[in-house]
T-cell receptor, first 113, second 115 residues
C-alpha cells in the first residue's frame, strides 16, 4: 500500500471550513483513499473514501487531484466536536487479501472557539 | 445493532500474567482485526481474520495469539504479559470481500496496563 504524508497538526476556527491535506505520491491506479478520524479515547471512525472522483457525504467532502498524488478532506463547517486526529490511508484491495489498513500518525485537528 | 463490542474497557495486569481481550460483532462481517495503539502513535495491526477458522499475522504479532471459532467473536490472548504490551487495543470488523472497499468498524478499545 502507498505511503501517505500528513501535517502533524492544524487549527481551525469554529464554523469555518477545515481543509486537511494528504500527499500520496506513490499511489497506484487501483488504490483507494480513505479518511478516518479518532476522537480522544475512542475507536477510529470512518469518514469517507474515494478512488478518483470527488466524493461528498453528510460528514465531509473529499477532493482528489487529477493525478491522484494528493487529496484534501474538507469539513465544511467545523465544530468543537470535530477536534480529533484525522488519518489519511491509501490501500488496494483484492479478493484474495484481507482488508488491512495501515494507520500512520495522522493530523491533529484542533477546532478553536 | 451494537456494532463492535470490546470487553473489558480497562485492565491492569502484572508481568507474566495472562488474559483474553474479548471482541464480538453483530454485523455478520467476515473480516475482523486487532490493532494496538501506543500513546501518541498510529494503529498497528496485530492479527486479522478473513473468516471463521482462518487467522493471520499482522505487523506486530509477537506475544499475542488469536482464534476465530465463530463469525461473531475474535478474542485476543496475551500469554505472558510484558510492560511493552501496555497499550490501547482496538478490534475492528468489515463486510464480506464482495464489498471490499467498505470501511472498517471499530470498537471503543481496551486500555491495558502491564506493571
Amino acid at each position: 500500500d502507498a505511503k501517505t504524508t500528513q501535517p502533524p497538526s492544524m487549527d481551525c476556527a469554529e464554523g469555518r471550513a477545515a481543509n486537511l491535506p494528504c500527499n500520496h505520491s506513490t499511489i497506484s491506479g487501483n488504490e483507494y483513499v480513505y479518511w478516518y478520524r479518532q476522537i480522544h479515547s475512542q475507536g477510529p471512525q470512518y469518514i469517507i473514501h474515494g478512488l478518483k472522483n470527488n466524493e461528498t457525504n453528510e460528514m465531509a467532502s473529499l477532493i482528489i487531484t487529477e493525478d491522484r498524488k494528493s487529496s484534501t478532506l474538507i469539513l465544511p463547517h467545523a465544530t468543537l466536536r470535530d477536534t480529533a486526529v484525522y488519518y489519511c490511508i491509501v490501500r488496494v484491495s483484492s479478493s484474495g487479501s484481507a482488508r488491512q489498513l495501515t494507520f500512520g500518525s495522522g493530523t491533529q485537528l484542533t477546532v478553536l472557539p | 445493532n451494537a456494532g463492535v463490542t470490546q470487553t473489558p474497557k480497562f485492565r491492569i495486569l502484572k508481568i507474566g500474567q495472562s488474559m483474553t481481550l474479548q471482541c464480538t460483532q453483530d454485523m455478520n462481517h467476515n473480516y475482523m482485526y486487532w490493532y494496538r495503539q501506543d500513546p501518541g502513535m498510529g494503529l498497528k495491526l496485530i492479527y486479522y481474520s478473513v473468516g471463521a477458522g482462518i487467522t493471520d499475522k499482522g505487523e506486530v504479532p509477537n506475544g499475542y495469539n488469536v482464534s476465530r471459532s465463530t463469525t461473531e467473536d475474535f478474542p485476543l490472548r496475551l500469554e505472558l504479559a510484558a510492560p511493552s504490551q501496555t497499550s490501547v487495543y482496538f478490534c475492528a470488523s468489515s463486510p464480506p470481500v464482495s464489498s471490499y472497499n467498505s470501511p472498517l468498524h471499530f470498537g471503543n478499545g481496551t486500555r491495558l496496563t502491564v506493571t
